[in-house]
């Protein structure tokens, strides 16, 4: 599967192929954003990769899925997400979503992400607004 707007050298940063922009919290994973007060992604440059003591530390609070975005490699068919055909997250939220951002976040990612490269820019456009854990944990823990 191709890339849009491939340079070999941010592509061999996450793998060979396309990154998931949804991962979990695990030593190797790129640490991709920050959520902030207004529950939207900011988006960290130059990429970073997070170890075993950042996951530590992360993961003594609140989920770190609910505080950051993380990447990782895509598994396609080995993700429970997977349709057959493409990622059903982004085209969930596509489908979902009321609003979405003026402005291409510059992310680090675009060279192999899974979303840019399955649904182009409307993905970016809408990529600060996802939580990849949106539970509400007071819920979840009774
Ligand atoms: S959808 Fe766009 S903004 Fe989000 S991770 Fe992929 S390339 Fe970056």
Known sequence: MSSPGSADGERAAVGSSLACPSFRCEPGAVLLGIVGRDQKVGYI?????????????ASSGRSPEKRFRFAGPCVEGRCRQWTGE???????????????????????????????????????????????????????SG
Not at 45 to 57: A, K, T, W
Not at 93 to 111: D, I, N, Q
Not at 114 to 120: F, H, I, L, V
């Open 45 to 57: 440059r130059p990429e970073l990769r997070i170890d075993e003591s950042f996951v530590s530390r």
């Open 86 to 140: 493409g990622c059903g997250v982004i085209k969930e939220v596509l489908a979902s979503s009321a609003s979405s951002c003026e402005r291409l976040p510059a992310c680090v990612l675009r060279p192999h992400c899974r979303w840019y490269a399955q649904e182009g820019t409307a993905a970016c456009r809408v990529c600060p607004l996802v939580l990849t854990d949106g539970t509400d944990e007071e819920l979840g």
